[in-house]
């Protein structure tokens, strides 16, 4: 066999290897996103099966201890949020939820009347 016939050989193999490779690479990334889609839709019911939960105070009593930590993570997210809020020197709207400074009175956004003025930072001068 002459030399050129067998490079040709091994170009013809590495080609079909290279096309293998971009098909697995192709098929793989298909797999992937199915299985995203799966993981989304297990989060839909589960977070709907919560809102039910929360919105009726009922429901199945396998997921109580789920629901229970869902809410026990929503109050500590609250918590830090309220922390953040301090350390920014403001606070949220009940109403809008607009950001408003520690100080103001109403919302600049919907004038909402907060309940009584915050104790004032601490100066620094
Ligand atoms: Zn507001």
């Known amino acids: ?3 050129f016939d ?3 050989q091994g170009l013809d193999a590495a080609s079909k290897k290279t096309s293998e490779v971009i098909e697995t690479t192709k098929i793989n990334s298909s797999i ?3 299985k995203d889609a799966i993981e989304e839709v297990f989060r839909q019911i589960g977070k709907t ?8 105070g009922s429901g199945n009593e ?10 026990g993570h929503q109050a500590k997210v609250a918590e830090l949020e309220l922390k ?3 350390l920014k ?3 949220d709207c009940p109403n809008c939820h607009a950001e408003q400074p520690r100080e103001v009175l109403f919302c600049s956004k919907c004038g909402y ?4 003025p915050q104790t004032p930072p601490p100066s620094e001068e």
């Not at 099966?49 to 009726?56: C, G, K, P």
């Not at 009347?113 to 009584?116: G, K, N, V």
């Open 32 to 34: 992937r996103g199915e």
């Open 113 to 116: 009347r907060f309940e009584a």
């Open 84 to 86: 953040l809020d301090e």
């Open 1 to 3: 066999m002459a030399f």
């Open 62 to 71: 396998e997921y109580l201890g789920f629901f229970q930590t869902i809410l």
């Open 49 to 56: 099966t919560f809102e039910q939960y929360v919105a009726t």
């Open 6 to 8: 067998k490079v040709k």
């Open 89 to 91: 020197n403001v606070k």
